[in-house]
C-alpha cells in the first residue's frame, strides 16, 4: 500500500503553470503531521521545495518563494504545490514526503522525512 502518491506532472513551457498533487489518503495518521515537496536536485531526492506544518506554518526555498504555493486540503487529504512562472531551472522529479515524528515545526533536510512518494516528473521547456 502506497502512503503517498504525487500526479499532476508533465511539459510546460517557461512562465506558464503546473499544479502537482499528492494523496495521503492511504497514510494512516493518528495527527497532522508536517509534509512537504521536494525536488531531486544533484542528490536524490534532494533539495527542499516548500513546506508546511500541522499548524499551517509555510517555508519555501528562496528559488520558489513569490512563485510556488504550497497547501493543503485536510478533508481529501491532499497536497498541493501550485507552481506558477516556471523557470527551465524548475525541471526535475519532485516529491512528496512527510515527516510523521514532527508535529510542532518542519525540518529541512530529507533525512528526516520518513514517508515518500514515487516522484512526478517536472519537464519546463524555453
Known amino acids: 500500500q502506497v502512503g503517498l502518491m504525487e500526479s499532476g506532472g508533465g511539459s510546460v513551457q517557461a512562465r506558464g503553470s503546473l499544479r502537482l498533487s499528492c494523496s495521503f489518503s492511504?497514510?494512516?495518521?493518528?495527527?497532522?503531521?508536517?509534509m512537504a515537496w521536494f525536488r531531486r536536485g544533484p542528490d536524490e531526492p534532494g533539495e527542499r521545495v516548500a513546506n508546511?506544518?500541522?499548524?499551517?506554518?509555510?517555508t519555501y526555498a528562496d528559488h520558489v518563494k513569490g512563485r510556488f504555493t504550497i497547501s493543503k486540503d485536510t478533508a481529501s487529504k491532499t497536497l498541493y504545490l501550485q507552481m506558477n512562472n516556471v523557470e527551465t531551472v524548475d525541471s526535475d522529479k519532485y516529491y512528496c514526503?512527510?515527516?510523521?515524528?514532527?508535529?510542532?515545526?518542519?525540518?529541512?533536510?530529507?533525512?528526516?522525512?520518513?514517508?515518500w512518494g514515487q516522484g512526478t516528473q517536472v519537464t519546463v521547456s524555453s
Open positions: 514526503a512527510a515527516a510523521t515524528k514532527y508535529i510542532d515545526f518542519c525540518p529541512i533536510r530529507p533525512y528526516n522525512y520518513d514517508v
Open positions: 492511504n497514510l494512516s495518521l493518528r495527527r497532522d503531521v508536517c
Open positions: 508546511i506544518s500541522p499548524t499551517g506554518a509555510i
